[in-house]
């Protein structure tokens, strides 16, 4: 049978589990949560199949879990992330005619699921597998990855190519080929109080300081070359009749390539004050560095874009400014992202996704898959 027949004459038993999935809320923070998602899909992966599987406990993180098929010696990697921006019972789950919605619905509960039953059809159909496929799940993407990405890049070494399971581009559904990096930085500025009425010439503004920082930081927009700065937060001061020796500064960067990331990086580690009364230290640094479009990701879209043609409809390609664990596998192995679910509502309220793109997009993954896995 066909993927497609497949998927569709299932797809009853796809949006259970779905649901299953989404109402186990599992925000990034929550270890006793996360265990709980965890076990979820657990059960539903050991329900269908004997898989390999390998869980790496985390004392304060959600565990990472990592499941395995076939024999090859050669690896195709999958990475997915089961935490989520909401909070235990954020938000309802609810469908109406072509919606479902749901906490991490579309990021990215729904595209775990669509890994899963990979795994189902190809057991199902006895297919074989020529390479070995592996499913990496982690559980702290939406902070950053602080603890799954040296187990992540560990498999994309290992690895001939990566295919990550966030949403396709919302509502057009592309496919992501290339993803901006990101950088933050926390500027604390130092000044000296003193009282504004009757001192104000013994004071040193923080805030003024921050002021002169902040239209510097601007000027570094290049919209040309897709960096961008983004100061997000500010803080400073307290009393109007105090001169304010204290302020912070957020920023948020994002760059489309590592040499334009990194010359950022050296302005915030080379950073003086303004005035030189004031002190300034800074936290931060590069977080994920972009993952770039070259040759090799290109023909990985190739096969996806024709696997869709075969499926009778058309799917593109999309440079996006939002970071994914991508990132990370792109730096050792071509990798294609997006291959998720198509939606709307990313950490919105209204998170959703289409109900009649669910087996086409089910399909679209495992044909891909397999093209890659076998050719
Ligand atoms: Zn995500």
């Avoid at 270890?31 to 790496?56: G, M, N, P, R």
């Avoid at 954020?90 to 579309?106: S, V």
């Avoid at 396709?168 to 933050?184: C, D, P, Q």
């Avoid at 939606?343 to 397999?370: M, S, V, W």
Wanted: net charge negative; with cysteine; glycine share 8%.
């Amino acid at each position: 049978m066909e993927a497609m027949d497949y998927f569709t004459l299932h797809e009853h038993d796809i949006k259970e589990d779905i649901k299953r999935l989404v109402l186990a809320d599992s925000p990034s923070q929550n270890k006793e949560l996360l265990d709980l998602c965890k076990d979820v899909i657990q059960s539903i992966f050991f329900e269908y199949f004997h898989v390999k599987a390998t869980e790496y406990a985390m004392e304060h993180n959600g565990n990472h879990l990592r499941f395995e098929m076939g024999e090859g010696v050669e690896q195709i990697l999958m990475v997915g992330h089961y935490d989520t921006v909401w909070d235990r019972g954020a938000l309802p789950y609810r469908e109406d005619e072509n919606k479902i919605f749901g906490p991490g619905i579309l990021d990215m509960k729904s595209g775990l699921i669509s890994a899963i039953w990979f795994f189902k059809y190809v057991q199902s159909m006895n297919l074989p597998l020529k390479r070995r496929v592996v499913f990496f799940l982690n559980s702290d993407e939406e902070i950053g990855s602080p603890t799954s990405r040296p187990l992540i890049e560990e498999e994309a070494k290992k690895s001939m190519a990566a295919f990550i399971l966030e949403p396709a581009v919302t509502v057009s559904g592309e496919l992501k080929i290339a993803r901006k990096g990101t950088s933050r930085y926390l500027l604390n500025i130092k000044g000296l109080a003193s009282h504004a009425g009757n001192n104000p010439r013994d004071g040193v503004s923080a805030i003024t300081e921050a002021a002169r920082q902040i239209l510097n930081i601007d000027a570094l927009n290049d919209f040309e070359k897709g960096t961008t700065l983004n100061v997000g937060m500010m803080q400073g001061g307290g009393k109007l009749n105090v001169i304010p020796d204290e302020a912070h500064i957020g920023v948020d960067v994002r760059s489309v390539t590592q040499t334009e990331q990194e010359r950022i990086d050296d302005y915030f580690e080379q950073l003086e004050p303004v005035d030189k009364r004031t002190n300034i230290d800074i936290d931060g640094g590069i977080n994920r560095p972009p993952m770039e479009r070259d040759k090799e990701s290109e023909e990985l879209f190739e096969i996806a874009h024709e696997e869709a043609e075969d499926l009778g409809f058309e799917v593109e390609e999309a440079e996006v400014g939002g970071a994914s664990d991508g990132n990370f596998t792109s730096l050792h192995t071509p990798t294609l992202d997006g291959l998720g679910l198509v939606g709307d509502g990313i950490h919105a309220e209204h998170e959703h996704i289409i109900k009649n793109q669910i087996a086409e997009r089910f399909a679209l993954l495992t044909n891909t898959l397999l093209e890659v896995v076998n050719e």
